[in-house]
C-alpha cells in the first residue's frame, strides 16, 4: 500500500498501511485472534465482516490483500452490478494466469445492497478459488446475504471503536499535524459525536482543521467547537447528562401512559444522533418493566420493532419504533413482574441454601428412586383441572412469600382472578 499523499483526505492519510497499526478490533486483530491468525496463516479465505460504519472494514480487507500480496479490485454494491463482478473475474483471471500468478481479493462494499442473482454471481469464482471474496456489511448478514454465499464466507463481527480508540485517531491527526492542538473537554465531545465510527471522526476533524486555519487558531475550544459545529453536535451528548435525562423523559412518558410526548421524545433522541438500536433495547425494557403481564403483547412487539429495524436500517426501521412506543405508551402499565422479581432476589441474597424438597427432586437413576426422589409428586395434568390443589412447591418450612402481587389492570386482572381461586382450591384440600 503507497503511502497516502499530502493532499489526500484526513482518512486517507492515517489509513494504517500495516496491521499492527490498525485503531480498535482487538477481539479479532490481536495476539491468537481469529483475523490474526487469517493473515499469518498465509492462506487468504473468504470472508464477511460484519460492523457499524467507520470501524475498519474497508481497511482490514485492503491490509489481507497487501498480506498475501493479492491484486485488489473493489466493488461498490450501491453503484455496481453483475457487469463489475464480470469485469473482476476477467482481471482476476489475467493475473492468475499471467507471468506473475498472483492471488486476486474481491473487496464488496455494501454487499447486503446486492440481490440474489447479484451475489450468486460470485459462488463459481469462490468454489473454484480464482478469488477471495470479502464482503462488508452494516446489516445482518443472516438476514441480508444468500445462505449459499454465506456458507463459503466466515463472518467476523467488528464492533464501534471505544473512547481510547477514538482518542488514538485524533491523537494520530495532531501528530502530522493535521488538525490543531484542542482543549480536552473539546476532544471528549468529538469523541462522544463520532460515536464509535472513525470516519465520522475523522471528516469532523478535517473540517475543523480547515475552519481553524482559516481563523488562525492555535489551539481549539469547546465553546469555538459548538459554534462551529453547533447543529452538527444536535442537542446533546451520547453518553452525557442531557442523554440520559433525555432517555428518562421518554421512559416516564410512555410509563405514564402518553403516546404524544412518548413520541416527541423518541424523535427528539433520534434527531440527535441516538444510535436506533440502542433505543429498541429500551423499549424492550420498557415493555418488560412497566407494562409486563398486564399486556404480555408489548414485550412481543417491542422484539418485533427491533428486529425490523435490524431489517431495513435507517430511516426506513424507525417507523417500527414510532409504532412501539405509541403501543407502550397506551398499553395498560403494571410493575408486578419487576418488583416480584426483585423482591425473589433480595429474598435469596440474604436467605439461606434450601434444600429442593424430596417429591420435587429428579430421579433418572434406580438409586435416587430408592432414595424416594420425587416420591410422593402429583402430576398437575393427571389431576382435575389440570391443578394438584394442596401441593406444595417451595422448601420445606418457608412460608409462601407472595413476590408476585399482580395489579388491577389489563390481562393482570384476569391473572388475580385464577390465582383467587387457585388459593381458594389449596384452602379447600388443607
Known amino acids: 500500500m503507497k503511502p497516502a499523499q499530502p493532499h489526500a483526505p484526513l482518512a486517507e492519510r492515517l489509513r494504517p498501511r500495516q496491521l499492527g497499526e490498525v485503531i480498535g478490533q482487538q477481539h479479532l486483530l490481536g495476539e491468537g485472534m481469529a483475523l490474526r491468525l487469517a493473515f499469518e496463516s498465509g492462506q487468504p479465505h473468504s470472508c464477511i465482516l460484519w460492523g457499524p460504519p467507520g470501524v475498519g472494514k474497508t481497511t482490514i480487507a485492503r491490509l489481507m490483500a497487501d498480506a498475501f500480496d493479492a491484486q485488489f479490485i473493489t466493488i461498490s454494491a450501491v453503484l455496481g452490478g453483475v457487469k463489475d463482478i464480470r469485469e473482476a473475474v476477467e482481471q482476476a483471471q489475467l493475473v492468475r494466469d499471467g507471468l506473475e500468478q498472483r492471488r486476486t481479493i474481491v473487496f464488496v462494499d455494501e454487499v447486503h445492497r446486492f440481490n440474489k442473482s447479484q451475489q450468486d454471481a460470485f459462488l463459481p469464482h469462490v468454489e473454484s478459488g480464482l478469488f ?13 446475504v ?10 467476523y463481527v467488528l464492533q464501534p471503536l471505544a473512547e481510547d480508540d477514538l482518542r488514538q485517531i485524533v491523537q494520530r491527526a495532531q501528530a502530522i499535524g ?8 473539546a476532544v471528549d465531545r468529538l469523541i462522544a459525536y463520532a460515536d464509535g465510527d472513525a470516519r465520522r471522526l475523522l471528516n469532523t476533524l478535517e473540517t475543523l482543521a480547515v475552519a481553524a486555519g482559516r481563523e488562525q ?9 459548538l459554534k462551529v459545529l453547533g447543529e452538527r453536535m444536535r442537542r446533546y451528548d451520547k453518553g452525557g ?19 404524544d410526548a412518548a413520541l416527541y421524545w423518541l424523535v427528539r433522541m433520534l434527531d440527535g444522533g441516538a444510535d436506533p438500536r440502542y433505543m429498541a433495547r429500551r423499549l424492550v425494557r420498557m415493555a418488560a418493566e412497566d407494562i409486563g403481564l398486564a399486556d404480555p403483547r408489548a414485550l412481543r412487539l417491542a422484539l418485533d420493532a427491533a428486529e ?21 405508551a397506551v398499553a395498560p402499565k403494571s410493575n408486578a413482574v419487576y418488583k416480584a422479581f426483585n423482591s425473589a432476589k433480595a429474598f435469596v441474597k440474604k ?22 426422589y420425587g416420591r410422593g409428586y402429583r402430576y398437575a395434568h393427571d389431576e382435575e383441572g389440570g391443578f394438584a390443589a394442596g401441593e406444595t412447591y417451595l422448601p420445606e418450612g418457608m412460608a409462601p412469600p407472595g413476590f408476585y402481587q399482580p395489579v388491577e389492570r389489563g390481562l393482570e386482572i384476569r391473572i388475580a382472578d385464577k390465582l383467587r381461586e387457585l388459593q381458594r382450591l389449596n384452602h379447600q384440600k388443607n
Not at 425490523?308 to 412501539?324: D, F, H, I, N
Open 351 to 372: 436467605d439461606g441454601t434450601r434444600p429442593v424438597p424430596m417429591h420435587l427432586r429428579n430421579a433418572p437413576t434406580q438409586l435416587m428412586k430408592d432414595l424416594d
Open 217 to 225: 487558531l492555535a489551539e481549539v475550544t469547546d465553546a469555538w467547537l
Open 178 to 185: 493535521a488538525v490543531p492542538a484542542a482543549e480536552s473537554v
Open 146 to 155: 444468500n445462505s449459499a454465499l454465506l456458507s463459503r464466507a466466515a463472518v
Open 132 to 144: 477471495t471474496f470479502i464482503g462488508a456489511t452494516t446489516e445482518n448478514p443472516s438476514f441480508e
Open 241 to 259: 447528562e442531557q442523554f440520559y435525562d433525555t432517555i428518562s423523559a421518554l421512559h416516564k412518558s410512555v410509563r405514564g401512559s402518553d403516546p
Open 308 to 328: 425490523v429495524y435490524e431489517r431495513l436500517g435507517s430511516p426506513e426501521g424507525e417507523l417500527a419504533l414510532a409504532e412501539c412506543v405509541i403501543y407502550l
